[in-house]
């Protein structure tokens, strides 16, 4: 299993006894469905989807939802009732992070599901995707699953739910035709793929084959519906205050996959002391003080995301400064010129001094997120981000010596992986030799600076998740034998599509892409404009540039 996040995992028996908001029914008569999250209880319960799913399908009398995540001991039953998969008649995998893509045939052979879905016999469950890498390009996995729903929760769980309870008496290839009628739902049997000589897709097989994404209307986001002190938001309630975001930075696959909505919370009614405000564009959200105010004014204490340091208002600050003692902000580049190429155009002034005044508030602990391997990137630009966090350093230190208490600074590294469906989506990734050697030399640089402490993202990890994010049908098999125990290094010099392909190639304009069947030509047009406006930042080098 490939780890992510946080591997704090507590036994499943310890982790329903914790859990506030467990729903059980009983089975008798109704519609078993199982919700899988293809990583473990403390990551997946710390994923709003999770619960959103969990309790859209409670809603429905005819049918009883339970949960499944990983277990340590690689067993692989439901939580609620222990029953293993194979006794339910839809399993939803739920996915938001390209990396879970290995544990998924882990948790199908463990549960004796053929994990080919043209080997599915009437009996098994029917497999269903969804989730943001979903909506961006299933195409790795689309032999595991029979469908993939692509859209909203809100918008695609209960019509799905509708059709499956009018035509579930029916052989299981005419239950997949019926429930493949709605344009959200991709049924990858409906899809033939063509490459070129040069592995590149030639063409789709109906030529005009699309899906859409099905989005969510309404004006009310997600809450959790479970509270537990086993996940990352200990004993918190957590509340979707936005979805996508207004910044849209050209990397990033949650401003460019979901519309920007936000939540105006009224009416939360909760008995929990903690809140979690969750969203990428929460800093943006125009009514964020008067609901924190509001929360605080009935005794709640409010713990927001990662921010944007030139959006967050102070006056929200200074609102959660008692409950908070670090703040996360994602600077993403060390260099202007860099910060406007990803979206977030921030001067270095700008970034000082909108830091010197949240520590006027309170000398928090800041963890700031940078990207390396971006395209365009130079020497200069990865020097400059110990540069850049020496002098916030400073300003810590000189405002907190006033206040007796200098906090600590955590930076944060991640190798740049582009996303399918997003602007950079032409873009080829770093290799992963430069990018161990960046590494190595930020690792040197922030050795020196007292109190800070640098943490970064495997880079083989990130050059697998870069596979994934952009792969094409053919990379089925890499997750197969990775799941299967071997190693990245075999698996890369074995597999008959070199795999740098998909991570080191700069795609021309016309390439079609093996996602290019959602959404739409106009959304693909749509990204190529942001992509070359992103591009004509990068265009001068920056001031004593050398390559690296
Ligand atoms: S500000 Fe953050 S969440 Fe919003 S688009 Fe940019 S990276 Fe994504």
């Not at 990018?435 to 993202?457: A, Q």
């Amino acid at each position: 299993m490939i780890k992510t996040k946080n591997p704090k995992k507590p036994s499943l028996k310890e982790a329903l006894f914790f859990e506030k908001g467990t729903i059980v029914k009983k089975w008798g008569g109704k519609i078993p469905v199982c919700i899988v999250f293809p990583n473990t209880y403390y990551t997946g319960m710390s994923n709003l989807a999770t619960h959103m799913l969990y309790k859209i399908l409670n809603s429905i009398p005819e049918v009883v939802c339970e949960r499944c995540f990983i277990e340590e001991s690689g067993e692989v039953y439901s939580l609620e009732s222990r029953r293993p998969l194979k006794f339910f008649e839809i399993i939803f995998f739920t996915i938001s992070y390209e990396l879970d893509y290995v544990n998924i045939p882990r948790i199908l052979l463990n549960s004796s599901i053929p994990v080919i879905s043209g080997e599915r016999k009437e009996t098994d469950p029917l497999l269903i995707a969804g989730g943001i890498c979903v909506m961006a390009n299933p195409e790795p996995i689309h032999d595991f699953f029979d469908l993939f729903l692509m859209g909203d929760i809100e918008a695609t769980a209960l019509p799905f739910m509708e059709i499956y309870s009018e035509v579930r008496e029916n052989k299981r290839d005419s239950i997949l035709e019926e429930l493949s009628s709605s344009g959200w739902v991709y049924n990858p049997r409906h899809l033939d793929v063509v490459y070129n000589k040069g592995g590149v897709v030639e063409s789709f097989i109906p030529p005009d084959y699309t899906v859409t994404i099905n989005r969510y209307k309404g004006k009310e986001l997600g809450t959790s519906s479970i509270v537990t002190s086993k996940t990352e938001f200990s004993n918190m309630l957590l509340v979707e205050g936005t979805r996508g975001c207004p910044s849209q930075c050209p990397f990033c696959l949650l401003g460019n996959t979901y519309h920007f909505v936000y939540d105006r919370m009224r009416g939360l009614n909760t008995n929990i002391t903690d809140i979690g405000i969750i969203g990428g564009g929460v800093s943006f959200h125009p009514e964020l003080y008067k609901i924190i105010k509001e929360l605080k004014g009935v005794g709640i204490n409010v713990h927001l995301p990662s921010l944007r340091v030139d959006k967050i208002p102070l006056s929200v600050i200074e609102l959660i400064k008692d409950e908070v003692k670090t703040l996360t902000f994602g600077i993403e580049a060390g260099t202007e010129r860099l910060r406007r190429f990803v979206g977030k155009p921030l001067e270095d002034k700008e970034i000082f001094e909108k830091i010197e005044a949240i520590l006027d508030i309170k000398p928090f602990n800041l963890k700031l997120y940078f990207m390396i391997g971006l395209y365009g990137e130079e020497r200069s630009d990865i020097e400059s981000i110990p540069e850049l966090v020496k002098h916030i350093k400073h300003i810590m230190i000189k405002k907190g010596a006033k206040k007796g208490f200098v906090g600590s600074i955590t930076v944060h590294a991640s190798p740049f992986v582009p996303k399918a469906s997003t602007p950079f989506q032409w873009l080829p990734m770093d290799d992963m030799e430069n990018m161990k050697d960046k590494i190595s030399r930020l690792k040197k640089e922030f050795g020196k600076i007292d109190n800070t402490y640098f943490t970064h993202e495997s880079i083989k990890f990130s050059f697998i998740q870069g596979i994934f994010a952009r792969g094409d049908r053919r990379v089925g098999t890499v997750i197969t034998k990775l799941n299967s125990g071997e190693s990245f290094q075999k698996v890369f010099r074995e597999s008959p599509v070199n795999l740098n392909f998909y991570v080191l190639r700069k795609r021309d304009k016309g390439e079609l892409f093996p996602w290019d069947f959602i959404g739409g030509k106009n959304n693909k047009d749509r990204l190529y404009k942001k992509f070359i406006n992103a591009l004509s930042y990068i265009k001068s080098p920056g001031p004593n540039a050398d390559s690296s």
